[in-house]
């Protein structure tokens, strides 16, 4: 195998190895903005008890 072979093979080695880690970058990024949409997605959703005590207790023999 020849000097020129050797380096293009290297070279595409190079850039195939950076444009992994470019893309598990994004997907690091998306799957945190993604939970970070959830987290406020429950928060939104938690409905504030204003009388606890309502529907603690079911009559079953009415």
Known sequence: MDIAAMSTMLSQSRV??????????????TAKENGEALNQLITDAQVPVYQPHLGKYIDKYA
């Open 16 to 29: 195939r190895e950076a444009a992994g880690i470019m893309l598990l970058d994004k997907v690091i990024d």
